[in-house]
């Protein structure tokens, strides 16, 4: 593919944004991220195994294996204490910063370079394996993009930038192809948070969603050759939805409203602690750690339900947590919402991963507990609560519509008028009580959204 300049008519006319996809190096291109997709989405699938393993690994079998008979209550001290310190100590000595930093929201403004990787994987590892509250999304497409550009590099070390940036963005579809449950979801995650727009548009897409479509086939083959299963969002699950009725309608508004008074709220602490903790890195980050594990002790002394229901980023537990909402308490969802909720702030503010998967489970809580609420079905509110959590803390607005429907799938269709008046006034409501942007920091979102589409 040509480098930099697109093809203009030889009259001076606009140039034609097209005109690239009759190229031969177009049809290389996806080429290329077709091949890309095998070797990323399986290393992707490898990642998610690990991740997985380590969780029930540390919490159960570790504990057993040092003499307990089961895990002790006070068990989540050390283990986010660990984290902090290895997530800490990766910030501190790594090259890079283990990755972006997720209480500034979901980061696509470039590929990291080969020697930020390591920092990358070690630092997510520690995240999610240990206990904090974040989810796997925003590292996969971190090493995604970053393994896709040094593996295309290898081979063609003078890769055009434009062609890097839309190598990069082609691994980072790979890598998450199926963790959210569509790669159509990913698509519009990566499209939406990278600023991409206009004619270029489908044409950076494309090899991404071709990437992606390879690598959901590799992560259904990995699961029949392994066993382990796909680690794609899925909900075994969903209860019977009814038309929306004007009541429905009018809790549309309440939970967006609600919504986006909470994610303000957390987001806005997350911030605010982030500076303090980076300050002083490894001792911030062990009290941060210290911080998660204490509520949810507390949640699970106050409730009897299970520490890790606090603990993690909440992906595996949506299912149980619909399907047996009705052990849950009005109390007790309020309760895990408030402990996930602060953990999720702490999390943010020190660790390394990505928001999505928290954001989802504690709107999901929060749908459950106001289903309690006369007027309103359960499966409308789980739906409602994920949505617009979403777009609180992302600021997607499409993407957490997809999220919240996809996921409920025949029912999705059934809801998704309430999903959408939900997102829009939670979307509106937190730009309104988010701090206006001041010059400089708009023209620094401005330059990253820019290296994303280039």
């Given at each position: 593919m040509s480098a930099d300049s697109p093809v203009g008519a030889p009259d001076g006319s606009p140039p034609d944004p097209f005109a690239l996809v009759r190229t031969r190096g177009y049809v290389g291109l996806l080429v290329m991220a077709a091949a890309l997709g095998v070797p990323i989405s399986a290393a992707a699938y490898g990642f998610l195994a690990l991740v997985n393993e380590l969780q029930p690994w540390t919490?159960?079998?570790?504990?057993k294996a040092l003499g307990f008979q089961e895990t002790p209550p006070w068990?989540?001290?050390?283990?986010?204490?660990a984290a902090g310190l290895l997530v800490g100590a990766t910030i501190r000595y790594l090259p890079g910063t283990g990755g972006h930093k997720p209480a500034e929201g979901l980061s696509t403004t470039g590929a990291p370079k080969p020697l930020d990787l390591p920092g990358i994987f070690v630092a997510a590892v520690a995240t999610l394996a240990l206990g904090a509250v974040?989810?796997?999304?925003?590292p996969l497409i971190a090493l995604g993009s970053g393994a896709a550009?040094?593996?295309?590099?290898?081979?063609?070390?003078?890769?055009p930038e434009r062609?890097?940036?839309v190598v990069g963005a082609a691994g980072g579809f790979a890598a998450v192809s199926t963790l959210l449950g569509s790669p159509i979801t990913g698509a519009f995650l990566l499209m939406e948070a990278s600023?991409?727009?206009?004619?270029?548009?489908?044409?950076?897409?494309v090899p991404g969603l071709l990437a992606a479509g390879i690598g959901s086939l590799v992560f259904v083959g990995l699961d029949n050759w392994t066993g382990l299963g796909t680690y794609s969002l899925a909900l075994p699950e969903v209860p019977h939805a009814n038309p929306p009725?004007?009541?429905?309608?009018?809790?549309?508004?309440?939970?967006g409203l609600a919504a986006a008074l909470v994610g303000t709220g957390m987001r806005r602490l997350a911030l605010l602690a982030q500076p303090r903790v980076e300050r002083r890195r490894l001792s911030a980050t062990v009290l941060m750690g210290l911080a998660v594990a204490g509520l949810a002790i507390a949640f699970a002394e106050g409730t009897g339900k299970a520490a890790t229901e606090v603990l993690y980023s909440g992906q595996t537990a949506l299912g149980p947590l619909l399907v047996n909402s009705a052990e849950y308490s009005v109390g007790t969802l309020t309760l895990l919402v408030a402990c996930k909720g602060l953990a999720y702030s702490a999390s943010l503010s020190a660790f390394r991963g990505g928001p999505i998967f928290p954001a989802m489970f504690l709107g999901a809580t929060g749908g459950i507990a106001m289903s309690h609420l006369p007027g309103l079905e359960l499966t409308p509110a789980f739906a409602m609560g994920i949505g617009a959590m979403s777009v609180t803390m992302l600021g997607l607005p499409l993407t957490s519509v997809l999220l919240a429907t996809l996921l409920l799938g025949s029912q999705g269709l059934t809801v998704?008028?309430?999903v959408i008046v939900t997102v829009v006034v939670a979307y509106v409501a937190a730009k309104r009580l988010s701090p206006p942007q001041t010059g400089g920091s708009r023209a620094l979102e401005n330059q990253g959204r820019g290296k994303a589409s280039s």
């Open positions: 919490y159960t079998d570790l504990p068990w989540p001290l050390p283990l986010l204490a974040l989810g796997p999304e925003a550009i040094w593996l295309v590099r290898l081979l063609k070390p003078d890769l062609v890097g940036a600023g991409l727009g206009g004619p270029m548009l489908g044409i950076v897409l009725n004007v009541a429905e309608f009018g809790w549309a508004l309440v939970i998704m008028p309430l």
